[in-house]
């Protein structure tokens, strides 16, 4: 069996050095260390920008080093994504393109030339067609979605075209396994493989997409039990593109065209049914989310207009340059009550949008009415919290 395994490695700008250093320890190096004892294992990567950056500015150069030394042995496929982990759907293009280049700019300073990613890790898989073709005219190749993105169930591997886009692949990714290195529920390889038997997966291929911090952060033990399914040798581990080679030399089947629908790798059934395929990031429903997104689209509508007329100042790179962070998706996912809840992520990425509001305002670069309404959708944020 082929195993296809993506894993995402990412931490909010500014985060903090000692938590940086805990999920290191606990995960990142693990990681590394264990593909480094396997030369023939492999897994497909991605590193935001934003970790690459603080990697770089916490001293953890050498997992920099070991990434960019297991990416040039092959046994790591590096991805393409956006630098500061938007909700990529939610935004206009162009802050979704600016987010791409910052990240490729980003990460090809650190990894250098091997950095040339043919596949996208869109953040939380938060997919939307107006993004597909966005990649596609950026030039990547492949994306991988949660299952759920999948009307048709007639689909083997889990692997299709996109339908209107040539040449553009879509992989599927299984929810239940991915989500087994984040639930606890094994304890040992042989609870995945028994697993993996019980699921019955068809033509002995197994896509999984999942948060790298799982294995050893999330979940303590999990990266030792990785390394031993590695150990096993019962399953053949690959990157996504060279299933794609795979697939395109080997001929055994037309690859289907599919058209994924709008979702996230955490959408339920229930939410997509209401038109809610986001629920996590932007709720109807939830109050707090439409006074961020109130905030978070005056700040893009106000940059925009700057950007307009002034986009070679000093000032307003600056400001531009606060806002490629002011976006980041974790205030979002923090701000549902019964879920996941954190005043102080919340209270961060609002005061991150004042801010930039703020500078323009002192800038002279837009008016008393714009800012007084910023501090105000920010005091509402700030009270319900």
Same mark, same amino acid.
């Given at each position: ?34 593909l ?18 603080q ?10 080093k ?63 067609k ?24 007639n ?11 040539d ?51 999330h979940?303590?033990?999990m990266?030792e039990?990785?390394?031993e399914?590695?150990? *096993? /040798?019962?399953?053949k581990? @690959? ?5 794609? #080679?795979?697939? =395109?030399?080997? +001929?055994?089947? !037309? %690859? ?39 905030? *978070? /689209?005056?700040?893009?509508? @106000? ?5 307009? #007329?002034?986009? =070679?100042?000093? +000032?307003?790179? !600056? %400001? ?8 980041f ?10 879920v ?9 990425g609002?005061e ?20 007084q #309404? ?12």
């Amino acid at each position: 069996m082929f195993w296809l395994n993506l894993l995402h490695i990412y931490q909010p700008p500014e985060q903090k050095k000692e938590i940086i250093e805990k999920i290191a320890i606990e995960s990142y190096s693990k990681i590394l260390n264990i593909l480094k004892a396997h030369p023939e294992e492999k897994i497909t990567l991605n590193i935001n920008g934003s970790l690459t950056e603080q990697f770089d500015k916490y001293g953890f150069k050498n997992l920099i080093k070991d990434i960019k030394t297991l990416a040039e042995n092959g046994q790591i496929e590096l991805v393409g994504s956006a630098k500061y982990h938007f909700i990529l759907p939610l935004v206009p293009e162009s802050q979704i393109i600016r987010q791409i280049e910052l990240n490729s700019k980003t990460n090809k300073k650190y990894f250098g030339k091997i950095y040339q990613p043919k596949g996208f890790f869109i953040p939380e898989l938060a997919y939307s067609k107006k993004v597909a073709k966005i990649l596609k005219k950026m030039g990547y190749q492949w994306i991988v979605l949660d299952e759920i993105a999948l009307k048709e169930k007639n689909i083997l591997d889990g692997f299709c075209q996109t339908k209107d886009l040539d040449d553009f692949y879509v992989f599927f990714r299984n929810r239940k396994i991915s989500d087994l290195f984040f639930t606890g529920e094994i304890k040992n390889s042989n609870d995945f493989f028994r697993i993996l038997k019980e699921n019955n997966l068809p033509n002995d291929v197994l896509i999984t997409a999942l948060d790298g911090e799982n294995l050893g952060h999330h979940q303590l033990k999990m990266a030792e039990i990785w390394q031993e399914i590695l150990d *096993s /040798k019962k399953i053949k581990t @690959i990157t996504y593109s060279e299933y794609i #080679k795979y697939k =395109l030399n080997a +001929k055994l089947e !037309n %690859i289907k065209i599919i058209e994924p629908q709008e979702c996230s790798w955490s959408s339920k059934k229930s939410e997509l049914e209401k038109g809610i395929p986001f629920a996590l990031w932007n709720n109807p429903n939830n109050k707090i989310h439409q006074l961020q997104w109130k905030l *978070s /689209k005056l700040a893009i509508k @106000i940059i925009s207009r700057i950007e307009q #007329k002034h986009p =070679l100042t000093l +000032k307003y790179k !600056n %400001i531009r340059k606060e806002l490629d962070q002011a976006l980041f998706s974790c205030q979002y996912w923090w701000a549902n009550y019964d879920v996941h809840w954190s005043p102080g992520m919340i209270k961060k990425g609002a005061e991150k949008l004042l801010k930039v509001i703020q500078l323009a305002y002192e800038a002279k670069l837009t008016n008393l009415d714009s800012f007084q #309404k910023a501090k105000n959708l920010y005091n509402k944020i700030i009270l319900i919290c």
